[in-house]
């Protein structure tokens, strides 16, 4: 197979475009800062508040429609011991979104906090908030590692271009245009990266739908034709399984910084809500070409294509289905047009990644910790320092793929087993405290260890209720183990707080002792909850006199 010179020439107009795009961002928030009463690491981690309510629906939307969503939806939906039942994506990322807008963003509007951590750090401290910190940025790190695999894989696929020559070009154009602008450069590309992936899938739809070497997807969504139905089945005995990655996927979603970042970026509560909500929908619909991506290549004679047989799935090429598809079963320039869409999903999600992480390091760790008095032009210059680092890290990951699908498990579980219980208590539980903190973080980390995981070949030590080999052949637990260890971590925060402040409140242990130093902590709280609510009864009477005044 010979260099595809046209998609070469496609893409780089593609990048051309976006890093223009990213530049014009970078000169407009140059223009707002002047303007902004907010600091410039508000500018740039921010956008000062005050994203625009479009621009907002489509970053926060971009950021989860990344190169994992489109192709892991494809991949699911084909591959015969799953089926579209198992493609779980859309729906749970509608459940994130909405308990988001419902439930988390008020909280963190109303505080005004610059990142996710700031709640831990103004409650536990500085040193037990970042051992917190860590496992959020490893999980960063490790979503650039993974969304740049995707594109590289893809690119193989279609353009016939060395893996390492895909992922060091769309690592620098990402590195590059997040550099310049902060969230100004990623929230405008993100626009003009949804508005492609939407137009791109949904171009090719048609032409695999009608390709000769498939049949109706409408026969083969329930018969046995080439393979097994595409529509897939949950068996009884699998439901738990399939509920724990539901769950996984929907509340996992709510500890990352990447959500916050777009949530505390819009100038309201009500902005923020309405963003959510709009991203949900935008989910739903960027899911269904996956789907039906998947369930063409279930349809298809692959004896009958240049690819010829055995099938993708017996390669073990499954992962590569979409652009396999689009390769095989769609003309050139269509495919081409295809690949348009991966790379600005996977582009769309790195920049998110690039920038989250930088806001947790410079804002909770370089400001809070080790420089407090550090100026607005340094901590600028950490931001920009902090990207590259994390650019360099999650791309030098790439080339190192079983390592990269070790961490990423373990970021994609740790964000719901131990960093979403975290933050539940940290924002809706005034009872919670450093001694549950340490408890929480520690019973999730060792469970989830002792739970194993196939993928990685990490045998259980604890065998749930179901555990047992599954369709390839893998130990594996069918018990919603992952939910479990969440709510035992949770139960556990709440419940050795509890009585760590009654034991110190009763005196039943001496204050030197409390190397939390929870009495402290518990008397800030509640100061500043009395704060709140006498600022809401001084802002009561005084509403109410301007409206009688207006009325006048």
Known sequence: ?????????????????????????????????????????????????NINLLVGIFTLTATWVGGGFILG???????????????LMPVPYVVTFFLGGFFFAKPMRENKYMTMMDPFQKKY??????????????????????????????????????????????????????????????AYTDVIQLILIFVSLWVCVPFLLTNPHSMDISLTAYNQTFQAPWVGTVELNEAGKWFDDFMLLALGGLAYQAFYQRILSSSSYTQAQVTCFASAAFCLVLGIPSILVGAVAASTDWNSTTYGLPS?????????ILPIALHFLTPTYVSVIGIGAVAAAVMSSMDSALLSSASLFSSNIYKNIIRKQASDNEMQWVIRISVVVVGLAGTGLTFLDSSVLVFWIVGVDMSYTIMFPQLVCVLFFKVSNGYGVCVGYI??????????????????????????????????????????????????????????????????????????????????????????????????????????????
């Open 73 to 87: 939806i494809a991949e699911a939906t084909y591959n015969p011991t799953l089926g579209a039942v198992w493609a």
């Open 443 to 552: 019973l999730g980390f060792v469970m989830r260890v002792l739970s194993g995981e196939p993928l990685i070949g990490l045998p259980p030590a604890i065998r749930f209720p179901g555990c047992r080999l599954d369709k390839e052949g893998k130990l594996t637990q069918f018990f919603p183990f992952r939910t479990t260890i969440m709510l035992m971590s949770l139960l556990s925060i709440l419940l050795f707080s509890w009585l760590a402040s009654q034991i110190f409140n009763r005196g039943l242990l001496s204050n030197k002792w409390d190397v939390f130093d929870i009495k402290r902590m518990e008397a800030q709280t509640a100061r500043a909850s009395d704060s709140k609510l006498s600022e809401s009864k001084e802002d009561g009477p005084a509403a109410k006199q301007l409206l009688n005044t207006t009325s006048l």
């Open 312 to 320: 993708p799935y017996e390669r073990n090429e499954a992962g590569s």
């Open 1 to 49: 197979m010979a260099l595809n010179i046209p998609g070469l020439v496609v893409m780089a107009l593609f990048y051309i475009v976006i890093l223009g795009t990213g530049i014009w961002a970078s000169m407009r928030s140059k223009r707002v800062e002047k303007k902004c009463t907010g600091g410039g690491m508000e500018i740039t981690l921010l956008a000062g508040r």
């Open 125 to 186: 401290g500085n040193v037990l908030s970042s051992a917190l910190i860590f496992p959020a940025l490893v999980a960063d790190v490790l979503w650039v590692a993974r969304t740049l695999v995707s594109l590289g894989g893809t690119m193989r696929v279609i353009l016939d271009l060395p893996y390492v020559y895909s992922i060091i070009i769309s690592a620098v154009v990402a590195i590059v245009y997040t550099l310049l602008g902060g969230l100004y450069s990623v």
